[in-house]
């Protein structure tokens, strides 16, 4: 089992570009899940689906930040015009139905905007 | 809104002594509790989880629940300087296991 893969592991991007983070979730599962994490607000949920259904999308991050599941087995998340604030180590993370199963978190992108 | 924090922020421990990290949260409703562990650089790795009051153990990691007071612990029994990582409690509600809340963590250091 590959777990969840993530590519890259690290980003640079200059203020105002544009970014694409890379999931692949566990083979089979049925539920993905986007979050950022900083060291001050520690983890927060970006987006969730559910059988490739955008289920809830974060609120605070809905301007920029776009996450698709183009099929069962890949996701992205866009961040659109990129700014310093962004700066956070994204993770992606898939369970098998989200309701009591194991949540499998990815390793991480670690995204610097300067 | 459910909130949820971890102490302390920073454990230093040396090699062989217990560990115990303390973790609170607001909302007694919740049902699901998970300690993850984070080594730096890497994801999450579910170390236990637990859904009623009492205790639950998964190798050298019990966690300790007690809605009453609002508590989950985690003790870790002869810590390895490889335990050294960043530890996350996360609480969702009955039949909501994706719905996770996190604290921000304990950083956890074992002097050899």
Redesign the interface.
């Known amino acids: 089992d590959a ?2 893969t993530q590519t890259p592991r690290h980003e640079v991007a200059e203020k105002g570009q544009t970014i694409i983070l890379k999931c692949e979730p566990v083979s089979g599962h049925n ?1 993905l ?1 986007w979050y950022r994490q900083t ?5 927060e ?1 970006l987006s ?1 689906f559910r059988s490739k259904s955008l289920m809830e999308d974060g609120g605070a991050f809905k301007d920029r930040f776009k996450a698709e599941m183009l099929n069962s087995s890949f996701s992205t998340l866009k961040i659109q015009p990129t700014e310093p604030k962004d700066s956070a180590v994204y ?1 992606c ?1 898939s ?1 098998l139905d ?11 992108t ?1 995204l610097t905007v300067v | 809104q459910q909130k949820v924090q971890q102490s302390p922020e920073s454990l230093t421990v040396s090699e062989g002594a217990m560990a115990s990290l303390n973790c609170t949260f607001s909302d007694r409703s919740s049902d699901n509790f998970r300690w993850y562990r984070q080594h730096s650089g890497k994801g999450l790795e579910v170390l236990v989880s637990i859904f009623s009051d009492g205790e639950k153990e998964e190798g050298s990691f019990t966690a300790h629940l007690n809605r009453a007071s609002l508590h989950v612990f985690l003790h870790i029994r002869e810590p390895q300087p490889s335990d050294s990582a960043l530890y996350l409690c996360a609480v969702s509600p009955s039949n909501m296991g994706y719905k996770l809340t996190f604290g921000t963590g304990t950083s956890l250091l074992v002097d050899p």
């Open positions: 777990g969840v539920d899940f060291k001050i607000q520690g983890l949920l969730y993770l993370a369970s989200g309701r009591d199963t194991e949540v499998f978190f990815g390793k991480g670690r």
